[in-house]
């Protein structure tokens, strides 16, 4: 793991670089055995058509790599920062089939920029957007190299309006591209807040809020292995109201007095 950071606080410049890398030796993976292989274990199973025997075994070869950068500058626009990154990772995750050796390979690279505001204390937003693009490819089974797409873009805002009023809401897009028929697709989910400051020193909030307004949520993945592609959907908690009540307690005890440190075990002045 290296990392590296650069920051000139005169301009509010910030540098930040991140390598990391992983070894796995004796992995435990999967041996898969198909139907009709000439092998004593699926001879002796009775393996089906269609089904397949599973045996775990160890098998060096199992590694990743991730690198990542970002840079980070003062934007005049709005009195904002801009920030931008880059990301790319690399997993290798052998296999057998049949009793030969598979490697799936997977490259995924992804970056981001996002611009958030520092207006004022009553104002204050974030706009973000994040594409990534996953290639797989497999060294036995190259029928089941994939590759697709993914972009998320959001936007966040947080207003006080006016003397104890606060409006919060955020905004989201998720776009699919390069998955099986009727998984290719992109929604909104929107989520809305508006909230009363309570008390004199407003430690204290009641707030209504409204979760995905569209009523356009989903949940949808994509799994990748030695034999098989598997684009799923699952449920996911869509449009709800809720009302809520918070309050800040703000309220820190004094630190421990130095003369009275010296009887904490550790304590050397």
């Known amino acids: 793991f290296l990392r590296y950071q650069y920051t000139l606080p005169a301009k509010s410049r910030t540098l930040f670089l991140m390598a990391r ?18 092998h004593p274990y699926p001879a002796a199973m009775k393996i089906p058509g269609g089904a397949q025997l599973v045996v775990p075994v160890n098998l060096d070869g199992a590694w990743n790599l991730r690198l990542f950068g970002s840079y980070g500058v003062p934007a005049r626009i709005l009195r904002s920062n801009l920030n931008l990154d880059l990301g790319y990772t690399f997993q290798n995750n052998p296999g057998l089939v049949n009793g030969q050796r598979s490697e799936a390979l997977n490259h995924v690279v992804a970056g981001g920029i996002t611009l958030s505001s520092n207006i004022s204390s009553l104002v204050d937003f974030t706009v973000s957007a994040r594409p990534s693009w996953n290639v797989v490819r497999n060294s036995l089974q190259p029928e089941t190299d994939e590759s697709f797409f993914n972009q998320s873009s959001s936007l966040r805002c947080h207003w006080q309006i006016m003397a104890g009023i606060v409006l919060r809401t955020d905004i989201s897009h998720q776009y699919y591209g390069g998955l099986s028929e009727g998984f290719n697709q992109h929604y909104f989910l929107w ?8 008390f004199r020193n407003e430690r204290g909030e009641i707030a209504v809020a409204v979760n995905d307004l569209l009523n356009q949520n989903r949940s949808i993945g994509r799994t990748v292995m030695e ?7 699952t ?9 809520s009540f918070t309050y800040n307690l703000r309220h820190f005890g004094k630190g421990i007095p130095e003369e009275d440190q010296s009887d904490m075990p550790g304590w050397r002045r």
């Open 191 to 198: 989520n809305l807040a508006i909230g009363k400051k309570l």
């Open 227 to 233: 034999t098989w592609i598997e684009d799923s959907r």
């Open 21 to 38: 890398g992983e070894y796995v030796a004796d992995q435990i993976v999967n041996s898969i055995w198909l139907a009709g292989a000439q």
């Open 235 to 243: 449920n996911a908690l869509t449009r709800f109201a809720m009302v």
